[in-house]
T-cell receptor
Framework: DGGITQSPKYLFRKEGQNVTLSCEQNLNHDAMYWYRQDPGQGLRLIYYSQIVNDFQKGDIAEGYSVSREKKESFPLTVTSAQKNPTAFYLC??????????????FGEGSWLTVV | QKEVEQNSGPLSVPEGAIASLNCTYSDRGSQSFFWYRQYSGKSPELIMSIYSNGDKEDGRFTAQLNKASQYVSLLIRDSQPSDSATYLCAVLNRDDKIIFGKGTRLHILP
């Protein structure tokens, strides 16, 4: 089946640890995104990538890092510099960015909790 | 700041009635508009997209766009309890960024 797969679904992080959230898509989409959602809040863009080996910061990139070595994969690392990482993380992809008709599709999300 | 505004709700609608969800956006150069439904604890799922002024219908859902007023709405006819969710409005602006509103919580009363 075509889609966007995020893993793990639930993750617990100790203070001072880095953790990496995986995102893989087999939709042949060019653009990929990471959003953060806090309870009762909207989606905030962390990073996005339009092509392989290139990515841009979103609105809340501090404390996060990404890579785009393959078209299918866009992992997100939550570093120890992110002081309040507990949230719901959503990976998304789209055919291309900047064209009328562009549509974003989401993975199932990953819940990160700091313990 | 280019923004997308939605009433947070909750909007309570009797079962079988029409639910009307509204969204305004600040960037007059926005090109594409989307409505997503998000159940509690789940990821958003696309309901409809609309690109030109007027109405677009898909089953019980109708999206309405008025670019002059910078306004987009979603109508849900014959509301069902399963329609109870948060509805997110999203706009592709002239900077090629998709901006999401904070969502409107809809509660369908049985």
């Amino acid at each position: 089946d075509g889609g966007i797969t995020q893993s793990p679904k639930y993750l617990f992080r100790k203070e001072g640890q880095n953790v990496t959230l995986s995102c893989e898509q087999n939709l042949n989409h060019d653009a990929m995104y990471w959003y953060r959602q806090d309870p009762g809040q909207g989606l905030r863009l962390i990073y996005y990538s339009q092509i392989v080996n290139d990515f841009q910061k979103g609105d809340i990139a501090e404390g996060y890092s990404v890579s785009r070595e393959k078209k299918e994969s866009f992992p997100l690392t939550v570093t120890s510099a992110q002081k309040n990482p507990t949230a719901f993380y959503l990976c998304a992809s789209s055919m291309w960015q900047g064209s009328s008709g562009n549509t974003i599709y989401f993975g199932e999300g990953s819940w990160l909790t700091v313990v | 700041q280019k923004e997308v505004e939605q009433n947070s709700g909750p909007l309570s609608v009797p079962e079988g009635a029409i639910a009307s969800l509204n969204c305004t956006y600040s960037d007059r150069g926005s090109q594409s508009f989307f409505w997503y439904r998000q159940y509690s604890g789940k990821s958003p799922e696309l309901i409809m997209s609309i690109y030109s002024n007027g109405d677009k219908e898909d089953g019980r859902f109708t999206a309405q766009l008025n670019k002059a007023s910078q306004y987009v709405s979603l109508l849900i006819r014959d509301s069902q309890p399963s329609d109870s969710a948060t509805y997110l409005c999203a706009v592709l602006n002239r900077d090629d960024k998709i901006i999401f509103g904070k969502g409107t919580r809809l509660h369908i009363l049985p």
